[in-house]
């Protein structure tokens, strides 16, 4: 069982299906869709954003093995909701 992060806030400003851009770190200026949001750590996981190579051991599918890119999670102070207007970050939820 996970133990949540004492320092995870209680609520998201984002939610799962929302349009986000990434602000800060390797894939900023991307955009994508929420895919899920991890409540207890404080993170959320974009389609398409800050991908990673996880290998996989030989199977009887797949004898040699092989490479899949994964997403990985990213801190949800790192993404902004995109409004639809302007195409732009924005700090609130549009109407």
């Known amino acids: 069982m996970a133990v949540r992060n004492p320092n995870a806030p209680r609520t998201l400003k984002v939610r799962k299906g929302d349009t986000v851009v990434v602000i800060s770190g390797n894939d900023k200026g ?4 929420i895919k899920e949001v991890l409540t207890k750590s404080g993170r959320v996981l974009v389609a398409g954003v800050n991908l990673r ?3 996989r051991k ?9 490479r ?8 949800h102070s790192n993404v902004m ?3 639809p207007k302007s195409g732009k970050g924005t700090r609130r939820r549009p109407a």
């Open 68 to 75: 899949v890119q994964q997403e990985t999670s990213i801190h």
């Open 81 to 83: 909701l995109l409004d």
């Open 53 to 55: 190579w996880k290998h």
């Open 30 to 33: 991307k955009t994508g869709e």
């Open 58 to 66: 030989p199977s009887q599918q797949q004898p040699k093995g092989e």
